[in-house]
């Protein structure tokens, strides 16, 4: 597919999280999470290049070193303002464009980023995401915007959410930019479904959910994961009470 500009995915991590400090790098089946993340996110046709976006504090030097081993870039920057360090890395890389993702997230599914991108080509949004609205499990999260934007942001605003939270300038003024939201699929469709990992409770699902799907097919899809986890009603009670932090 014929698409207008290079389009890079910035993975935002770093090993000092506050809820499940070390989380990127805990293993699951023999990998840190991260590293699990980043083949997935390999299989995206649509991404032309991956860069970790990662903090210049020392401890996260483990995250450098995964980046090497996988032969995917890495940049070192501001640990609180992850705006300017998510844009000097895609800059580093020539990207044009920024699918905007998160370590936390390492059962992202290759299908809703490719999907997420194409839908962001197709039409005349400044941004496209997957997580703005209550449609897909809460893990499959990520935005679509060209770099222009988050140039033209940087400039704008000091607000602290908003340096911390990279796109969070964009979708919260939708009066100046024009936002889409990927459109779910009714059997994607499971909002109530949290993949992402903040706690050790959730770090538990995700690893089940690897430990049970990965010997059949590494790159099950999210479809893969319903099933399975409907099939298995229990799972879901494993991270039930862990409340998502708001921004505000």
Known sequence: ???????????????????????VIKEIIGKPMLELMIERV??????????????????DDAIEELAAKLKVRCFRGSEDDVLNRVLKAVKKCNGEHIVELWGDTPLIDPLIIDAAIQYYFQNDFDCVATCLKKTFPWGMSLLVFPTRILEEISLITNDPVDRENVSNYIYEHPDKYKIGHLPCPPELNRPEIRLTVDELSDFELVKTIFENLSSSNPFF??????????????LQEINKNVKQEKLR
């Open 1 to 23: 597919m014929n698409f207008k500009g290079k389009v890079v995915a910035s993975i935002e991590a770093r090993v000092g999280s506050t809820r499940l400090p070390g989380k």
């Open 42 to 59: 390999k299989k995206a046709h649509f991404i032309d290049e991956i860069v970790v976006a990662t903090s210049l504090n020392p401890r």
């Open 221 to 234: 899809s999210t479809l893969d994961i319903i099933k399975f986890m409907d099939a298995n009603p229990h």
